[in-house]
T-cell receptor, first 115, second 107 residues
Framework: GAGVSQSPSNKVTEKGKDVELRCDPISGHTALYWYRQSLGQGLEFLIYFQGNSAPDKSGLPSDRFSAERTGGSVSTLTIQRTQQEDSAVYLC?????????????FGPGTRLTVT | DAKTTQPNSMESNEEEPVHLPCNHSTISGTDYIHWYRQLPSQGPEYVIHGLTSNVNNRMASLAIAEDRKSSTLILHRATLRDAAVYYCILGGNQFYFGTGTSLTVIP
């Protein structure tokens, strides 16, 4: 079946603009995760959803970052007033269970470049 | 969330076994041990996970210490396609990947 998809695959934006990144999880997966990966670095956890609910938003780097999930499916990560340090690959993953009881399936990522 | 410690890099000759270590001394009783790998320019890929007993699948084996404070991912015969960054993660509601071990496979 279809895997996790993300759009756009690449996004170049000017500093100060807002961007929206989209994630389509695998159908039926209740858990959804957002990470970001700066060049040459490991993955930084941002936020997870169980259904439409995000119980813990403490991983978001600043209040310019927000995320929502509707219908227990598609999720959008929004970055307001982008800064150059926001440049990274943003990865989305989904899994059928929470608490690490099943594997996460990752999308190909969105490469964000803030100029 | 509990943290893991892995060597920054390792090398292996092609077709030889590889043992990738991970220390997780602060693991809790309910944390699963997960391994993922990330090939260049790709998202991470699930490899294996376990709780207490050793686990085998088509990709690898996972050996878990009796006290669960360390584990080892075993690739039985390394191929060039196994060159990747390998992440050891303790599974909770959030996954902290750390910087992983960069595996180089030498032909």
């Amino acid at each position: 079946g279809a895997g996790v998809s993300q759009s756009p695959s690449n996004k170049v934006t000017e500093k100060g603009k807002d961007v929206e990144l989209r994630c389509d999880p695998i159908s039926g997966h209740t858990a959804l995760y957002w990470y970001r990966q700066s060049l040459g670095q490991g993955l930084e956890f941002l936020i997870y959803f169980q259904g439409n609910s995000a119980p813990d938003k403490s991983g978001l780097p600043s209040d310019r970052f927000s995320a929502e999930r509707t219908g227990g499916s598609v999720s959008t990560l929004t970055i307001q007033r982008t800064q150059q340090e926001d440049s990274a690959v943003y990865l989305c993953a989904s899994s059928s269970l929470l608490r690490g009881l099943s594997e996460q399936y990752f999308g190909p990522g969105t490469r964000l470049t803030v100029t | 969330d509990a943290k893991t410690t892995q060597p920054n890099s390792m090398e292996s000759n092609e077709e030889e076994p590889v043992h990738l270590p991970c220390n997780h001394s602060t693991i809790s009783g309910t944390d699963y041990i997960h391994w993922y790998r990330q090939l260049p320019s790709q998202g991470p890929e699930y490899v294996i996970h376990g709780l207490t007993s050793n686990v085998n699948n088509r990709m690898a084996s996972l050996a878990i210490a009796e006290d669960r404070k360390s584990s080892t991912l075993i690739l039985h015969r390394a191929t060039l396609r196994d060159a990747a960054v390998y992440y050891c993660i303790l599974g909770g509601n959030q996954f902290y990947f750390g910087t992983g071990t960069s595996l180089t496979v030498i032909p």
